[in-house]
Nanobody
Framework: QAQLQESGGGLVQAGESLRLSCVAS????????VGWYRQPPGKQRELVAI??????KVADSVKGRFAVSRDNAKNTMYLQMNSLKPEDTAVYYC???????????????WGQGTQVTVSS
């Protein structure tokens, strides 16, 4: 069973919005969401947004357009993306520290990724 599952990607036109969701497995004992990353075509993975404790931060390239949030009751982290640009095209990944059982250590865990494509 996948520990993290992203959804919400797709093909949109420049200026439109998308909301990505990252749901952690209900079977996980403890989940600490870390944030969202993206990997543009032919480039390395880069940090997009950090989900801290009581605070959030986004990369300068998406500041004012993207926002990260979470719903603890739903074990879900979101990435709201507004005013999308072609350069936002990438595979988006969520990242979390997950403890599967009370006896396990936290493991750095990635979702499978969701494709976001922005056309001009």
């Amino acid at each position: 069973q996948a520990q993290l599952q992203e959804s919400g990607g797709g093909l949109v036109q420049a200026g439109e919005s998308l909301r990505l969701s990252c749901v952690a497995s209900e079977s996980a004992f403890s989940v600490n969401f870390v944030g969202w990353y993206r990997q543009p075509p032919g480039k390395q993975r880069e940090l997009v947004a950090i989900m801290g404790i009581g605070t959030t931060k986004v990369a300068d390239s998406v500041k004012g357009r993207f926002a990260v949030s979470r719903d603890n009751a739903k074990n879900t982290m979101y990435l709201q993306m507004n005013s999308l640009k072609p350069e936002d095209t990438a595979v988006y990944y969520c990242n979390a520290l997950i403890k599967r059982t009370s006896r396990d250590l936290f493991e750095n865990t990635w979702g499978q990724g969701t494709q976001v494509t922005v056309s001009s």
